[in-house]
């Protein structure tokens, strides 16, 4: 649901947006369905989106997080994300974070909420100053904190490499 199988033929990650959601979004002729969160308002310019249990399943594909930071999104929090979604997100710049059932509970009783979401300190800080933790992968981490993808990190490693490389020729 996040990104239909139809929209899955492309290799661009640009554009990818308007199809986010795009069954429950539009109705049948393509206009927005003004019921559909999305379509409203109060979600325009929302960087966090607040999402059920077991996001992202069956979502294997890179489309699904691409589609999610093309609409603008940045990170993602459950209390529960599908693995192969929370590792195509990694990989492509968007942070899924994993919260308790009280602190998920509570944001989907108060969208809009502004949050602070501190990656260096592995934390989600809610109105009021209340601190909810989550886990995240040390390397992963690394990567979004610096603004680089494995490749990018491989490629700031080069002179290392070329050492070793040369060591044990």
Same mark, same amino acid.
């Given at each position: ?62 489309? #699904?997080? +691409?589609? @999610?930071?093309?609409? =603008?999104?940045?990170?993602? $929090?459950?209390? /529960? ?22 602190? #998920?509970? +509570?944001? @989907?009783?108060?969208? =809009?909420?502004?949050?602070? $979401?501190?990656? /260096? ?30 490749? =990018? ?17």
């Amino acid at each position: 649901q996040i990104i239909p199988a139809r929209f899955l033929r492309t290799t661009v990650r640009a554009g990818l947006g308007k199809q986010l959601f795009a069954d429950w979004r539009y109705a049948a002729d393509g206009t927005p369905r003004p019921d559909f969160v999305l379509n409203q308002g109060a979600a325009a310019g929302c960087q966090v989106l607040v999402a059920g249990r077991n996001f992202g399943c069956g979502s294997s594909r890179e489309h #699904a997080p +691409w589609a @999610l930071l093309d609409y =603008g999104f940045r990170a993602v $929090i459950s209390t /529960e994300i599908a693995d192969i979604f929370r590792s195509n997100s990694l990989k492509n710049g968007l942070l899924p974070i994993v919260v308790d059932e009280a602190s #998920a509970a +509570w944001l @989907l009783a108060n969208p =809009g909420s502004e949050l602070l $979401i501190d990656l /260096e300190g592995n934390r989600v800080v809610l109105p009021g100053g209340r601190e909810v933790p989550f886990q995240i992968e040390c390397f992963a981490r690394y990567c979004l904190l610096n603004g680089v993808d494995e490749l =990018g990190y491989l490629r700031s490693q080069e002179a290392a490499i070329a050492r070793y490389e040369q060591a044990h020729a």
